[in-house]
């Protein structure tokens, strides 16, 4: 009863997108200045397909209750939840009637998460729970390819995150504030290639229902 294990896929078939694209290249000794625009190139109403990539992604979720145990006057409810995901994008069927030419290699995306409740009920037990039992926190890991490379060697992105879901008590609901860092690398497998460090700020805002709502409640008549 405190085990679930939740196995889930999507898949993105390739699209074919029409588009229009318009080229032009100017000279102006004063860019400032419209009037002084002197038009070089021009290139308008060319028109082609592009068919994007299909994507394939496949999770797995596992989420462990622990036991009860007792705090207090009441009896606390924890939960660990481990959640993987993979993702490839075939970047071998991309094509570009407009750049023939343009080729992308094919992309991975692996994410690994790790999330711990203190108290799962918290929504019950609102009242006699601590602010710091009702947060949840979550550190994860990330490693992508990169569709594109750099002297040969494909780029890779990789990195850590690290969050919390702060749950909004006051609608008596899932709702809730989520904040998060990532601090992460891109790099082309060499200390003198492109590399590149970067920290991400991240906020976000989840909306339920509350206990009160009916969004989701039959209606039945006696």
């Known amino acids: 009863d405190k085990n679930v294990i939740t196995l889930a896929g999507t898949f993105e078939p390739a699209q074919n997108l029409g588009v229009k694209k318009d080229e032009y290249l100017f000279y102006a000794p004063n860019v400032f200045d419209p009037r002084s625009y002197d038009t070089i190139y021009q290139n308008t109403n060319v028109r082609g397909t592009i068919r994007m990539a299909p994507t394939y992604t496949i999770g797995l979720s596992y989420t462990l209750g622990f036991e009860s145990e007792k705090k207090g006057n009441r009896i606390r409810e924890s939960e660990l939840a481990l959640h993987f995901n993979y993702g490839l994008t075939d970047w071998s069927a991309y094509r570009d009637d407009l750049n023939p030419g343009l080729t ?50 494909q780029m890779t992105d990789f990195g850590m995150t690290f969050g919390f879901g702060i749950p909004i008590l006051t609608t008596k609901s899932l709702s809730s504030v989520n904040l998060g860092v990532s601090l992460g690398k891109r790099e082309a497998g060499s200390s003198n290639s492109l590399n590149q460090k970067y920290i991400g700020l991240n906020f976000g805002v989840t909306l339920a229902p509350s206990n009160f709502d009916r969004w989701f409640r039959k209606r039945k008549l006696d």
Do not use: M
């Open 104 to 153: 992308f290699l094919n992309s991975t995306r692996i994410n690994v998460g790790v999330q711990f409740i203190p108290e799962r009920d918290f929504l019950d037990k609102a009242a006699v729970v601590g602010f710091f039992e009702t947060v949840r926190y979550r550190v994860g890991y990330y490693q992508y390819t990169l569709p594109y490379s750099y002297n040969g060697t």
